[in-house]
């Protein structure tokens, strides 16, 4: 199959281009990006005019929810929902049924994907079995099945000399270890953050200092050990601030913060609204000032989705039994381009923090349209206003705190491999 996009705004920060360019694509790789390309009879032609022709997003974020929880999202319906909000990439978290921490479950999800999925699935490990914080996993065998990083996300590795493990074993295959700073103790029991909103509703708070000691613990740890840490879902400012530190004294430290954690406070909480209930929790208004800041200067890396499907029977029930999470895959865009329109970030950086910096933490050859790279392409429409209609949404579950909310800017057209998987609602 040959296309050519034609007159877009493309968009690549990893070769700093933001010019009206076109962009042909040959089979599955980006065979030439030039001014006033000649259609050849044989090639489809896209028209980009208005829009913004990007590297395909990346998610290294998602919850996939397969094996164990197909009632949630499958692989099926949840790369659907990449494909609509405009990623072209995910990877998926361990915390499965079965929980994948060996190589048969790394296995089944890649085949299954294969087979099923219609972006790209990439697995990440757990750091220890059954994600119990005990002991190691199998690393080694999920890394070679093609395993792209490990985390224990949902739950933090308690014991430090585990972690420290964990870090010092991942150096042999240079992936990063994600980390969900969570202290345990100091969130026990806790379904929200813990503050003046917490008080007033009756419910228990989970304080910041639970995901800021981990950050500076495992910030130590990677300074001991040498290994690369990456810190997932970065809510707070305490957090930022101890990453930003860090990274001026050389550690090898990145990290990802979400769209709620920018667009949201804990008030989203008030009404006991359990599609707000997250972990971490939402935060206050200066968190969400700190959080922009670390975007602006580059001490939060990557933006991730933490798209995390859960059924309505375990969201419509009392605020202290709901799940925490929500789905994110199908609103990442418009609330990453809001940052563009309020002055937080440039579009290049907005991008980036989306495409070339996720695949440069874990060293894919994808997020950028250099010729000869895979052609995964994102065509934006950034004036496109749309309501968050829930029965809209790809996504098996529907659990998002943006329902109702009016968005601007959406992907049009996804392109994975050089095939269209997704256009203006529909799935290919
Ligand atoms: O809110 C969350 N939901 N945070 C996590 O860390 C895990 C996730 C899930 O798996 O539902």
């Known amino acids: 199959m040959r296309m050519l996009i034609k007159n877009g705004r493309v968009l690549d920060p990893a070769n700093n281009i933001d010019d009206s360019l076109d962009i042909f694509i040959e089979g599955n790789i980006i065979k030439k990006v030039a001014k006033g390309i000649k259609a050849e009879a044989s090639a489809k032609v896209i028209d980009a005019k208005g829009k913004i022709v990007a590297p395909g997003l990346i998610d290294i974020h998602t919850h996939l929810r397969e094996p164990g929880f197909e009632y949630k999202e499958t692989i099926r319906t949840g790369t659907m929902a990449a494909a609509a909000g405009g990623f072209t990439a995910i990877c998926c978290m361990p915390n499965t049924n079965p929980i994948n921490d060996n190589r048969a479950v790394t296995e089944f999800i890649l085949s299954k994907s294969a087979k099923e999925g219609i972006v790209n699935v990439l697995p990440i490990g757990a750091i220890t079995k059954g994600s119990q914080g005990k002991a190691l996993a199998e690393i080694s065998d999920m890394v070679n099945a093609g ?8 739950k933090g590795v308690m014991d430090a000399e585990v972690m420290r493990r964990g870090l010092e074993y991942t150096k042999a295959f240079d992936i990063p270890v994600i980390a969900h700073c969570e202290d345990a103790n100091l969130s026990s029991g806790g379904v929200m953050n813990e503050g003046f909103a917490s008080t007033t509703l009756g419910l228990r708070g989970i304080p910041k200092a639970a995901e800021e000691v981990m950050v500076v613990r495992d910030i130590a740890l990677a300074e001991l050990t040498g290994a690369r840490l990456h810190i997932a879902h970065v809510s707070s400012a305490g957090s930022v601030e101890s990453i930003r530190t860090a ?155 943006f329902a109702g909310m009016k968005m601007k800017g959406r992907a049009v057209m996804t392109i994975v491999g050089g095939k269209i998987v997704y256009e203006t609602g529909d799935i290919k």
């Open 247 to 401: 990274k001026k004294r050389g550690v090898k430290v990145t990290c990802e913060t979400c769209p709620h954690y920018f667009t949201l406070t804990e008030d989203a909480v008030i009404g006991y609204n359990t599609n707000a209930k997250v972990n971490p929790p939402l935060r206050t208004k200066e968190d969400v000032k700190a959080i922009k800041e670390g975007l602006k200067d580059g001490t939060i890396d990557i933006i991730a989705s933490d798209h995390a499907p859960h059924a309505v029977h375990e969201k419509e029930i009392e605020f202290d039994y709901a799940s925490f999470g929500m789905i994110g895959l199908e609103t990442s865009l418009p609330l990453i381009l809001n940052l563009v329109r309020e002055g937080v970030l440039t579009l290049k950086d907005a991008i980036a923090k989306a495409t070339i910096n996720p695949a440069r933490l874990l060293k894919l050859k994808k997020g950028t349209l250099s010729e000869g790279a895979d052609a995964d392409i994102t065509i934006i429409d950034p004036e496109s206003e749309w309501v968050v209609d829930v029965n809209n949404l790809k996504s098996k579950s529907k659990n998002t705190a």
């Open 147 to 154: 395993c792209v990083a490990i985390s224990d996300d949902g």
